[in-house]
Each structure stands twice: as C-alpha cells, then as structure tokens.
C-alpha cells in the first residue's frame, strides 16, 4: 500500500468501510510511516473535535475535501 492510497483510506476506517485485508494493510503501514502517522493523527484531531457525532451519507465523496485537506496539511508540514 503506498502513501496516498494509505491517506485515503483514512476516513473510511471511521466508517468501518474498509475489509479486514485492507484494514490490516492501512495499520501495517502507520506502524511503518512516519508521514502517514502523521496524517492519521492530523485526521483523529479533527474527529475529536466531534466528528463521529455526524452521520456520514452511506457514499460519500472524500475527494475534494481530502484535497484541500491535503492542501493544508502539506502547506503546514513545510512551514513547521
Ligand atoms: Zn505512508
């Protein structure tokens, strides 16, 4: 599983959309990356703020959320 693919499987781990393979190869891979910890830890930041008390539509579209998300995350990294 490489970094970006990892990164998007992140929001469907909180929705326990993820088969037990791929959820075994998302945990492998934070055990083994720091950038992708990183992320995740980013990702359960934002989900303590009361994220989990949304319903999540059955089918939703990461996509443009995760980019800008991206967007911040990467612009923060660089100017820590
Ligand atoms: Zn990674």
Known sequence: MN???MQRSVPDL????LNFRRKAAVEMHLSLCPACRKWYVIWQ????????????PQRLNW??????????????????
Not at 45 to 56: A, H, K, S, V
């Open 3 to 5: 970094c970006s693919r």
């Open 14 to 17: 909180w929705i326990n959309d």
């Open 45 to 56: 930041n934002i989900r303590d703020l009361g994220w989990e008390q949304i319903r999540l």
């Open 63 to 80: 996509q443009p959320f995760n980019q800008a998300l991206e967007h911040e995350i990467r612009h923060h990294i660089q100017t820590e």
